[in-house]
């Protein structure tokens, strides 16, 4: 089987992180009710087809203000949910031998902008709002509702999206500008320690406090007789 002509930005999909070329992926998945499990086919994620410009988190405290004859009176409620805003592009709508294309008539003898990698992406995408972690039964009805999952640079994000608005610009014709915004039920942190441990005989032991390297043999130590 020949190789793809036109291949995304990240041709390993989720490994592409451990690839060695020193990129992350943004990666959505779908979790069951367990919310550890992927009810997705083993092996896919939605891996978006270029990575999002600008993803920011909104961390926000519920604090009611009552005005009263003696004052204001400030009720604290603890934090609310994480915002996480996503601004990103389709990425070019490139077709062969006819390069980028921004033609939406399906009569031409080319094809149009819908049959690119970029386009399938975006309809991934915009699939991924619809749906919401959803999985309806042949009547439409919710059989099952999950939970959306992102995960980038250490960060694994649970929630759902709640908002996802597209615009196409008239000096940027040939992809779209995408803008979503997601609320976030549950956020997990992996920390990534920058101490090595050659061995596991110098890992910590739980009474033992962490060291960098094994302890020094006392007799390596040159003598001074003037110390």
Same mark, same amino acid.
């Given at each position: 089987m020949s190789n793809p002509l036109f291949k995304g930005a990240f041709p390993a999909r989720e490994d592409e992180e451990? @690839? $060695?070329r020193g990129v992350r992926p943004v990666i959505f998945d779908i979790l069951g009710p367990d919310r550890e499990t992927s009810i997705l086919p083993v092996g896919i994620s939605l891996v978006l087809h270029v990575?999002?410009? @600008?993803l920011t988190l909104k961390y926000t405290r519920t604090i009611e203000r009552i005005q009263t004859k003696g004052g204001f009176v400030e009720q604290h409620w603890g934090d609310n949910l994480t915002n996480i805003g996503i601004e990103a592009s389709s990425g070019g709508f490139m077709r062969l031998y006819s390069g980028l294309s921004n033609i939406t008539s399906? &009569?031409?003898?080319? $094809? @149009? /902008? /819908?049959e690119t990698l970029a386009y399938d992406s975006y309809l991934d995408l915009l699939a991924l709002f619809h749906n919401n972690g959803s999985v309806f039964d042949s009547k $439409?009805?919710?059989a099952l509702q999950g939970i959306v999952k992102l995960t980038f640079d250490g960060g694994v994000y649970? $929630?759902?999206l709640d908002s996802f608005t597209v615009s196409e610009e &008239? =000096?940027?014709p040939y992809q779209f500008s995408i803008s979503t915004g997601m @609320?976030? =039920?549950t956020e997990i942190q992996v920390w990534r320690t920058a101490v090595a441990y050659n061995r596991v005989s110098d890992t910590p032991q739980p009474d033992q406090p962490a060291v960098a390297h094994p302890p020094l043999d006392p007799s390596l130590i040159p003598? =001074?007789?003037n110390y």
């Open positions: 451990f @690839s $060695g990575n999002p410009s @600008s399906p &009569a031409t003898t080319q $094809g @149009s /902008r /819908r $439409g009805q919710v649970l $929630g759902w &008239a =000096d940027k @609320s976030i =039920d003598y =001074d007789p």
